[in-house]
T-cell receptor, first 110, second 114 residues
């Protein structure tokens, strides 16, 4: 499968913005996703972006896609303690498979 | 109903036991997935069912046997597992190709093999 890389850990203060970065390798990926996983729970789809878009905004979430550099980022505005979780970047591979990055653990300090 | 449910939530089994994990969705999705997730790792795809037929098997050992009795249900039958099979098993469902392929995950079954 293709590699999706993320930094392992990010710590921010409550109220600040968080930016989680991801690089992927498959330039033919049509969709890229951000999933959130809270401790002991399944994955929750936060947002996705189609590969012909540069940016997508959804309330506090902003996704930026740099297709040339194969770089994807997720910005969370006004980060809250409830945002503490592991965030997985993922890319669509073929018709049915999704490849996940290793996950970035976001710690929000009150 | 917009959720994927999984039972049981936790399962402890011995290496000689036979058990099954169950997954259910009522969103009309025709693709269903089994993933295995070890601690501090991303989910790893095991199986994909498309229109109730097995379409992807990621070289999973035969001690894991999936079954899709109908479009809403997905089972994973377990037999003669090893301690290293202990993990969180996640089920997901989604639309078929041509869509965004968003996958909706259940809460998982935490499996411990003694």
């Amino acid at each position: 499968g293709e590699d999706v890389e993320q930094s392992l850990f990010l710590s921010v203060r409550e109220g600040d913005s968080s930016v989680i970065n991801c690089t992927y390798t498959d330039s033919s990926s049509t969709y890229l996703y951000w999933y959130k996983q809270e401790p002991g729970a399944g994955l929750q789809l936060l947002t996705y972006i189609f590969s012909n878009m540069d940016m997508k905004q959804d309330q506090r979430l902003t996704v930026l896609l740099n297709k040339k550099d194969k770089h994807l980022s997720l910005r969370i505005a006004d980060t809250q303690t409830g945002d503490s979780a592991i965030y997985f970047c993922a890319e669509r591979e073929g018709y049915q498979k999704v490849t996940f990055g290793i996950g970035t653990k976001l710690q929000v300090i009150p | 109903d917009t959720e994927v449910t999984q039972t049981p939530k936790h399962l402890v089994m011995g290496m000689t036991n036979k058990k099954s994990l169950k997954c259910e969705q009522h969103m009309g999705h025709r693709a269903m997935y089994w993933y295995k997730q070890k601690a501090k790792k991303p989910p790893e795809l095991m199986f994909v069912y498309s229109y109730e037929k097995l379409s992807i098997n990621e070289s999973v050992p035969s001690r894991f046997s999936p079954e899709c009795p109908n479009s809403s249900l997905l089972n994973l039958h377990l037999h003669a597992l090893q301690p290293e099979d202990s993990a969180l098993y996640l089920c997901a469902s989604g639309q078929q190709s041509g869509s965004t392929n968003e996958q909706f995950f259940g809460p998982g079954t935490r499996l411990t093999v003694l």
